[in-house]
């Protein structure tokens, strides 16, 4: 079971990390708005699932190094968080695709009230997790959905956040 990520009442931005320029985008404006509006900003990382293993050693060798590196990104960006906000973020460390865990972690932590999605600022397209929840998997959404487009400037995500 998920701790909620935020006090009754408080407004929590959900920011799905991972190393991509417009995830950094996400998560300033998640931040500035938190901070403006006395919130706090929830952090999910999301392990891509294990490939079938024969060896159980080496897949739990695999496993915890995964699980490692994860913990140092999320750290990482929790640093930048909590300086931004003031207070750390709550942290979820996941193992899945990312869709779906997303949809799992709302379901379970109902202090999160908003998702927040960077677009791609290149011509690549919006990404995996934008086309799912701008698709058929935006019905299964039950907070609304930000998405911050990859080519504002830090600059212009502070004077509209």
Request: one cysteine or more; aromatic letters at 4%; charged letters at 25%.
């Amino acid at each position: 079971m998920t701790q909620p990520s935020g006090r009754p009442g408080e407004r929590v931005f959900l920011v799905v990390v991972d190393e991509s320029p417009e995830m950094r985008k996400a998560l300033h404006y998640a931040c500035r708005r938190a901070k403006r509006t006395g919130g706090r900003v929830a952090l999910l990382y999301v392990m891509p699932p294990p490939e079938a293993q024969q060896w159980g050693t080496v897949a739990e060798l695999m496993h915890q190094e995964a699980r490692q590196e994860a913990e140092e990104i999320v750290a990482r960006h929790a640093e930048v968080a909590a300086t931004l906000t003031g207070q750390p973020p709550a942290i979820h460390i996941r193992e899945g695709k990312s869709r779906d865990e997303i949809l799992k972690l709302l379901a379970e932590d109902r202090s999160i009230s908003v998702l927040v999605l960077g677009s791609s600022s290149t011509g690549e397209g919006p990404g995996p997790l934008v086309t799912a929840f701008t698709g058929k998997s935006g019905a299964q959404l039950r907070i609304p959905l930000t998405i911050v487009p990859g080519g504002l400037s830090e600059a212009e995500i502070d004077a509209i956040s």
